[in-house]
């Protein structure tokens, strides 16, 4: 049985010496054939030349450099498709994740016979608000999506080769892995672990809130059928008010009068518009995106013990 363990590099040059360290005797508890597969993903540091001394250290290492920064997740779909291992560890190398978890997991596969054993948070790390902005995200996610995605998953998780092949097959460009996890189904079986915090995090609001809008988008069309209910709503109440209007004009000759509420109605609605439209425009960038079937990454060098680069 071959093992192999995926990971991603970005800004990680303080962590790889250690990480590797500690992965490395539970890797050996469970098998003397395996691989680290280190996919830089573009990293402004160190990362790549420490990946490249290590390499030296242990021949079983493989480090695929990207040619720019392409994203975790992308980078982390790049790692399985080029790992070859019955069985796959994938763990990202900060150490927020104990690489300790392998052999656990492990076992647990065992155990259970399952396809797939992934960590899960015993207490979702970070302040209150990070803590209450991720329950409500789990939480409106699940209701757009309608499917219950486990919470506060890690990305580490011991995958047989079949779940791997079948995770492969998730070829778009806008990756949201929590989802694309769970959607390629086979027996997977959480693990209670804990997940430390290394003081900052290469995720910014920003880059979190593209996150929660892409998991939304890319798996339910639920907001486009809220704004064709919304618009029906809208549309039969205001034919209502129109039809009252009208009504006391010609039997009572009452005219509505005053600019406030009229005005208030169009910046409503103003704004109702152009949320919605914004809406639709997200799902059709997401159409011209995957219509130009642009690479998923580009591998820039491939480096193996034999000390050769080869160019994919």
């Avoid at 830089?40 to 990362?47: K, L």
């Avoid at 900060?94 to 155990?111: G, H, V």
């Avoid at 892995?177 to 290394?198: E, M, W």
Wanted: proline letters at 3%.
């Amino acid at each position: 049985m071959k093992l192999s363990v995926v990971t991603t590099l970005y800004y990680s040059s303080s962590y790889m010496q250690e990480f590797y360290s500690r992965i490395h005797p539970q890797i050996c508890q469970i098998t003397n054939d395996y691989e680290i597969v280190f996919v830089n993903d573009g990293s402004p540091d160190s990362s790549l030349a420490v990946a490249k001394t290590l390499m030296q250290q242990d021949p079983s290492i493989i480090v695929l450099d990207l040619s720019r920064n392409f994203g975790h997740h992308k980078a982390i779909m790049t790692g399985l498709k080029e790992s070859s291992g019955d069985l796959v560890f994938l763990i990202d190398c900060d150490l927020e994740e104990e690489p300790e978890l392998l052999f656990p997991f492990y076992t647990k596969m065992l155990e259970t016979d399952s396809d797939v054993v992934y960590g899960v948070q015993k207490k979702r790390k970070g302040n209150y608000f990070e803590r209450c902005s991720g329950q409500f995200f789990y939480n409106f996610r699940n209701y757009i999506i309608q499917e219950r995605i486990p919470e506060n998953i890690f990305i580490a998780r011991l995958m047989k080769r079949d779940y791997v092949e079948g995770l492969l097959q998730f070829r778009e460009q806008e990756l949201s892995l929590d989802n694309v996890f769970y959607y390629t189904g086979y027996k997977q079986t959480p693990f209670l672990a804990q997940k430390h915090s290394k003081g900052s995090s290469t995720y910014s609001l920003k880059k979190k809130l593209q996150l929660a809008i892409n998991s939304i988008t890319s798996f339910s069309s639920r907001p486009l059928l809220f704004i064709f209910n919304t618009g029906l709503f809208i549309t039969f109440f205001s034919f209502l008010y129109v039809a009252l209007l009208v009504f006391n004009y010609f039997l009572f000759g009452r005219s509505v009068e005053g600019w406030t509420s009229l005005i208030a109605s169009v910046w409503l609605l103003g704004g109702i518009i152009i949320l919605f439209v914004g809406v639709i425009g997200i799902y059709l960038s997401k159409v011209f995106t995957e219509t130009k079937d642009r690479p998923f990454t580009i591998v820039k060098k491939k480096y193996t013990s034999l000390k050769k680069d080869d160019s994919k």
